[in-house]
């Protein structure tokens, strides 16, 4: 998931449980911690990976840990000691390199740090691109796809009628909310009180209020529970594809996110999974082996892999060009307003645009603050 790292604020909380995973390894070997974001079948694709290197490499061995989470916190403010040697982080997060203490790759890295229509960055290895959103759907549940929200909520009634959810998301999130408001406009993360973001707060809202989406959906609305029959329909993203299809096999259906309107598309973000190094020493004692990862996982053989096996899209693909800047320090700033505004909807309250900007504000003085 794009915002596949869950900043919910910018305080000095803890980083969830991490569940280890990759083989055993020789107590003589030295063990590089890899903490990435990935769940449930595409962990184990990564689980896969890992030990297909670490078969070539017995004396440096890579541990994957998932189940990643970072609260509020950024790493520089936790504990050196458990610093890992690597991440995978997406794009939105690049913006923190400073705070996460991200080592800038040597020049000579170049040959897998730069890819055609891949935004490259000095601190990360490209591994990922896509994230984007689409619309599932339980094809036992569904009669037709609906083009338009419209359309969707013509369907609302027959299938509250049948104990069915119309649709579902993790509704205060972002990462899903930010289609809706580009439908309305552009989205500027620098202001947030717009009438543009009173226009989709406004509709966004609407959906919640005439029950076609439980304001309360969290990340199980989208996976487990829509898995179990309970909802039509999902917003979710590639990375859930083939979790979905595993769990629905014939049932699962796939299709772009309903138009707003005629003309009026509903257009998803991408991002870029990149390969990052925040531990110096460990870096600077193990740059050939890190480098050696670097290269397996961006490689063509894996990267077919990752699509045919997982739906992922490759960066060695040649697919559009990609936007470059869009991982600003400010734009993260902007999620964390964004997600705390959307929180608000339920509880009714007005003003939410000037309360989000109100929030930005503090948080870019804090950043004053501490520099």
Same mark, same amino acid.
């Given at each position: 998931?794009?915002?596949?790292?869950?900043?919910?604020?910018?305080?000095?909380?803890?980083?969830?449980?991490?569940?280890?995973?990759?083989?055993? *390894?020789?107590?003589?070997?030295?063990?590089?911690?890899?903490?990435?974001?990935?769940?449930?079948?595409?962990?184990?694709?990564?689980?896969?990976?890992?030990?297909?290197?670490?078969? &070539?490499?017995?004396?440096?061995?890579?541990?994957?840990?998932?189940?990643?989470?970072?609260?509020?916190?950024?790493?520089?403010?936790?504990?050196?000691?458990?610093?890992?040697?690597?991440?995978?982080?997406?794009?939105?997060?690049?913006?923190?390199?400073?705070?996460? /203490?991200?080592?800038?790759?040597?020049?000579?890295?170049?040959?897998?740090?730069?890819?055609?229509?891949?935004?490259?960055?000095?601190?990360?290895?490209?591994?990922? /691109?896509?994230?984007?959103?689409?619309?599932?759907?339980?094809?036992?549940?569904?009669?037709?796809?609906?083009?338009?929200?419209?359309?969707?909520?013509?369907?609302?009634?027959?299938?509250?009628?049948?104990?069915?959810?119309? #649709?579902?998301?993790?509704?205060?999130?972002?990462?899903?909310?930010?289609?809706?408001?580009?439908?309305?406009?552009?989205?500027?993360?620098?202001?947030?009180?717009?009438?543009?973001?009173?226009?989709?707060?406004?509709?966004?809202?609407?959906?919640?209020?005439?029950?076609?989406?439980?304001?309360?959906?969290?990340?199980?609305?989208?996976?487990?529970?829509?898995?179990?029959?309970?909802?039509?329909?999902? +917003?979710?993203?590639?990375?859930? #594809?083939?979790?979905?299809?595993?769990?629905?096999?014939?049932?699962?259906?796939?299709?772009?996110?309903?138009?707003?309107?005629?003309?009026?598309?509903?257009?998803?973000?991408?991002?870029?999974?990149?390969?990052?190094?925040?531990?110096?020493?460990?870096?600077?004692?193990?740059? &050939?082996?890190?480098?050696?990862?670097?290269?397996?996982?961006?490689?063509?053989?894996?990267?077919? /892999?990752?699509?045919?096996?997982?739906?992922? *899209?490759?960066? *060695?693909?040649?697919?559009?060009?990609?936007?470059?800047?869009?991982?600003?320090?400010?734009?993260?700033?902007?999620? #964390?307003?964004?997600?705390?505004?959307?929180?608000?909807?339920?509880?009714?309250?007005?003003?939410?645009?000037?309360?989000?900007?109100?929030?930005?504000? +503090?948080? &870019?003085?804090?950043?004053?603050?501490?520099?």
């Amino acid at each position: 998931m794009s915002f596949l790292f869950n900043i919910k604020t910018l305080g000095f909380g803890a980083i969830a449980c991490f569940l280890a995973w990759g083989s055993p *390894v020789s107590a003589r070997a030295q063990t590089l911690i890899f903490w990435h974001n990935q769940t449930g079948l595409q962990a184990r694709f990564v689980e896969k990976l890992i030990a297909e290197f670490n078969a &070539k490499h017995a004396h440096t061995q890579i541990r994957g840990e998932t189940g990643l989470e970072l609260e509020s916190s950024l790493l520089s403010r936790i504990d050196p000691g458990v610093r890992p040697d690597l991440l995978l982080i997406p794009s939105d997060m690049m913006g923190l390199s400073q705070d996460l /203490r991200l080592l800038q790759l040597p020049a000579d890295w170049d040959p897998i740090s730069k890819r055609p229509g891949i935004p490259s960055d000095p601190h990360g290895v490209p591994i990922l /691109r896509g994230n984007q959103l689409l619309l599932f759907y339980n094809k036992r549940l569904v009669n037709s796809v609906p083009a338009t929200w419209a359309d969707l909520k013509m369907q609302q009634e027959k299938l509250k009628s049948a104990g069915v959810h119309t #649709i579902g998301w993790p509704f205060a999130e972002p990462y899903y909310f930010i289609p809706f408001l580009r439908a309305f406009g552009s989205f500027d993360p620098d202001h947030l009180d717009s009438p543009t973001m009173e226009l989709a707060l406004d509709f966004y809202r609407d959906l919640a209020v005439h029950g076609l989406v439980p304001q309360d959906c969290g990340l199980d609305c989208n996976t487990s529970r829509f898995y179990r029959g309970e909802f039509a329909f999902v +917003i979710s993203g590639d990375w859930q #594809i083939a979790e979905a299809k595993a769990k629905l096999k014939g049932d699962f259906g796939m299709a772009p996110l309903p138009q707003m309107s005629e003309g009026r598309p509903l257009v998803s973000d991408e991002a870029i999974q990149y390969l990052v190094f925040p531990n110096k020493k460990n870096f600077e004692k193990n740059k &050939k082996v890190l480098r050696q990862f670097g290269e397996y996982l961006s490689s063509v053989p894996v990267q077919n /892999r990752w699509q045919q096996r997982m739906n992922r *899209v490759p960066v *060695v693909s040649s697919g559009r060009p990609l936007p470059g800047n869009f991982a600003r320090r400010r734009s993260v700033y902007a999620w #964390i307003a964004l997600q705390k505004g959307l929180q608000l909807i339920k509880s009714g309250k007005k003003g939410i645009p000037l309360e989000m900007q109100n929030q930005l504000e +503090i948080l &870019k003085r804090s950043e004053g603050q501490t520099r």
